[in-house]
């Protein structure tokens, strides 16, 4: 059901940017499916006229999320890259007093 919802709220966009021209831009986890493993493919979803983007942030290649920039581009998908450790202020949490780097989850 999730992901039934979640391809016809793509379809949506897709056809509005088809609309008024203009380009579409996703984090990856919005590209995803329910598995959080699988994407959906670029041209099953969105009208081939529109140009869309994902912005792959889980690219921690110590912890197994390396291939994400490359699973966006082998669907069809063009692909920004964003490392979560430089640019995802939200996901951080810095200790200065200690100098410690925390991962919050």
């Known amino acids: 059901m999730y992901n039934t919802i979640k391809r ?5 966009l897709g056809t509005i940017a088809q609309n008024y021209s203009v380009s579409l831009a996703f984090w990856e986890d919005g590209l995803m499916k329910e598995d959080k493993k699988e994407l959906f493919d670029r041209d099953d979803v969105f009208p081939s006229d529109v140009e869309v983007t994902g912005f792959a942030w889980r690219a921690i290649w110590d912890e197994g999320e390396g ?4 699973n966006l581009a082998n669907n069809g998908y063009k692909v920004c890259f964003n490392a979560v ?12 007093h200690t100098g410690l780097l925390c991962r919050w989850f």
């Open 67 to 70: 291939h994400s920039a490359y």
């Open 8 to 12: 016809q709220m793509l379809q949506r």
């Open 85 to 96: 450790l430089q640019n995802m202020a939200d996901k951080l949490i810095i200790l200065s």
